[in-house]
């Protein structure tokens, strides 16, 4: 079956705009993960959505960003008035269940650049 | 807290070398822990993993790894690499309480990289 899918692959945007990026995880998986990327450092959590809600949004940096999962399935990640700071690789990851234990699947990323 | 530590960012090695790739952590509870790969220009994928049991798990491709309690690491070896092996890998615990709740806290990646 087909994976962990995010769109788009790259976005470059004006410092200031405001940006969604998206994820489509694996069908059946409940838990699904955002997670940032910046170059040379390993993925930082961000947000892990149980179904349709939140249970933790502890590494969001700040109220610029907020994510929603409206129907359990596709999230969006939502970033307003972007800073040059937030250009990284955002990453989405799905699996079965939230427990620890439950393997992450991990999509390809969406690479942000803000000018 | 929890903290993921890699020692080394870089390790270069000739093919068919062996090759052990360090990492250690901290944790105030019980762990799950991963190692996972990125391949150039590739997503992330999971290598192996421990979640009880035998302390050393191996993966399909020749890669092993030891969980020791004792000093909190989850070393990554291979007794005879390949130049395919060239690829960054992470380090990453999760558990089941609190904090550690699904969430994968990840080192910063150790570059592995094979020379002929």
């Known amino acids: 079956g087909a994976g962990v899918s995010q769109t788009p692959s790259n976005k470059v945007t004006e410092k200031g705009k405001y940006v969604e990026l998206r994820c489509d995880p694996i069908?059946?998986?409940?838990?699904l993960y955002w997670y940032r990327q910046s170059l040379g450092q390993g993925p930082e959590f961000l947000i892990y959505?149980?179904?349709?809600?939140?249970?933790?949004d502890s590494g969001l940096p700040n109220d610029r960003f907020f994510a929603v999962r409206p129907e359990g399935s596709v999230s969006t990640l939502k970033i307003q008035r972007t800073e040059r700071g937030d250009s990284a690789v955002y990453l989405c990851?799905?699996?079965?269940?939230?427990?620890?234990?439950?393997?992450?699947?991990f999509g390809p990323g969406t690479r942000l650049t803000v000018t | 807290a929890q903290s993921v530590t890699q020692l080394d960012s870089q390790v270069p090695v000739f093919e068919e070398a062996p090759v052990e790739l360090r990492c250690n952590y901290s944790?105030?509870?019980?762990?799950?822990l991963f190692w996972y790969v990125q391949y150039p220009n590739q997503g992330l994928q999971l290598l192996l993993k421990?979640?009880?049991?035998?302390?050393l798990v191996e993966s399909i491709n020749g890669f092993e790894a030891e969980f020791n309690k004792s000093q909190t690491s989850f070393h990554l070896r291979k007794p005879s690499v390949h130049i395919s092996d060239t690829a960054e890998y992470f380090c990453?615990?999760?558990?089941?309480?609190?904090?550690?709740?699904?969430?994968?806290?990840f080192g910063r990646g150790t570059q592995l990289t094979v020379w002929p």
């Open positions: 990851a799905s699996s079965l269940s939230g427990g620890g234990r439950y393997e992450q699947y």
């Open positions: 069908s059946g998986h409940t838990a």
């Open positions: 959505f149980q179904g349709t809600g939140a249970a933790d």
């Open positions: 944790s105030s509870v019980s762990v799950y």
């Open positions: 421990y979640l009880s049991g035998s302390t």
């Open positions: 990453a615990v999760s558990g089941d309480r609190g904090s550690t709740l699904g969430r994968l806290y």
